[in-house]
């Protein structure tokens, strides 16, 4: 609560910019000097901010490192501020900062409300952890995962329920609606007067079989440190498509070495357990792990989720890609598989690889599903 006579306006601009606007915003009360507090101990770190003034004066006192503990600032982040506010700390905190007792601390673990944000830094600090961390560390790692199937799974679902077709159907589904010769079918029964057309025939669409041919996915994800994103969202996709009639998954994760992870799909708390973020990045070894995997050149989606930043021979990697393509299997290169699907990546090694026939772009894991379960209803 801001004390009586307290501008909340002028309260704000005095929690971003510090204490040396202090002398116009007036002083804190003490519950906003607390929240103060909470974010110096944060963001008192940034040295941009110390150079320009905005968030401190002059420190004092000396230069050693704060008593405040991250145990003890989580306890008062929770109790000062908002679900999303402590979100977004606890982000800064670990991404920004890299604060890493945050996940490599058994006392800051026990506590810790588990977000997307900390399984990244439980994956990138994994190697720092002792058995007992690993242990709490999982807790995150299974709730997040959780989250992410609960979220993805009826999505997956939806894509495989059978494509439509062109002849009509005598079962009346609302999915299966056709707008369109249902218009057709009913235009004797419009009302000029009205404007209005009343439906006495509705037409439906047929559905196909999407299982009748067996059709493998090889998804090969880059597992550089910036695709740490895509290397969740690509463990928890093979597992939603894992076992789905008519398809056959393999998950394969590089750097300059391939790991074959398909024998733990179907744990994907597991799998990312065992994934080693960081590295260089040889592409062209994993396509061609990739396709000596493939046993129906015709019936194989190969896709490669990478930001195309080639520490190997991309000339090799572009003959690669052709040989695929060529032999009449469908290669996705994708720049982003997570829930925003935002691409960084290097455009010149992915038009390269364009040229040669691979598509190229960025999908959701929801997108990805719905693209092979179009593909395998042809």
Not at 69 to 87: G, I, S, Y
Not at 97 to 111: A, K, S
Request: charged share 30%; glycine share 8%; proline share 6%.
């Amino acid at each position: 609560m801001t004390a009586p006579g307290t501008d909340p306006g002028l309260e704000r601009w005095r929690l971003i910019l510090g204490a040396p606007a202090e002398r116009h915003t007036g002083p804190l009360d003490a519950e906003a000097g607390a929240r103060d507090a909470a974010l110096e101990w944060l963001y008192g770190r940034d040295e941009e901010q110390l150079r320009r003034g905005v968030r401190r004066g002059p420190r004092e006192g000396g230069d050693g490192p704060s008593a405040v503990t991250a145990v003890d600032w989580l306890d008062d982040v929770h109790r000062l501020f908002p679900k999303e506010t402590v979100e977004r700390l606890e982000r800064d905190a670990v991404e920004r900062y890299g604060i890493h007792e945050i996940v490599t601390d058994p006392t800051v673990l026990e506590r810790i409300e588990p977000s997307p944000t900390l399984l990244r830094a439980v994956l990138r600090t994994r190697h720092l952890m002792n058995p007992e961390v690993l242990g709490l560390a999982r807790r995150i790692v299974e709730a997040v995962v959780r989250q992410l199937m609960e979220r993805l799974a009826p999505e997956v679902r939806r894509s495989f329920t059978g494509s439509r077709s062109a002849r009509p159907s005598r079962v009346p589904l609302a999915r299966d609606f056709d707008f369109r010769a249902t218009v057709r079918a009913n235009l004797k029964h419009y009302q000029p007067a009205e404007r209005r057309l009343l439906i006495e025939q509705p037409r439906f669409h047929s559905r196909t079989s999407r299982y009748l041919e067996q059709w493998e996915l090889v998804l090969l994800v880059d597992q550089s440190g910036s695709m740490v994103d895509s290397v969740i969202h690509s463990a928890v996709t093979a597992a939603c498509l894992w076992g789905l009639p008519g398809l056959r998954t393999h998950l394969v994760a590089f750097d300059t070495a391939v790991v074959d992870l398909t024998s733990d799909v179907t744990d994907p708390v597991e799998l990312l357990m065992r994934v080693q973020l960081g590295g260089g990045t040889d592409i062209a070894r994993a396509v061609d792990y990739g396709a000596g995997l493939i046993t129906r050149p015709r019936r194989a989606i190969v896709a490669l989720i990478s930001d195309f930043y080639e520490g190997g021979d991309p000339h090799r990697l572009v003959r690669s890609v052709r040989a695929l393509v060529e032999q009449g299997t469908t290669v996705l290169g994708l720049a982003a598989l997570d829930e925003q699907a935002d691409p960084v990546y290097d455009r010149e090694l992915a038009q390269r690889l364009a040229d040669v026939g691979a598509q190229v772009g960025a999908m959701t894991p929801g997108r990805l599903a719905a693209f092979v379960a179009e593909r395998i209803g042809r």
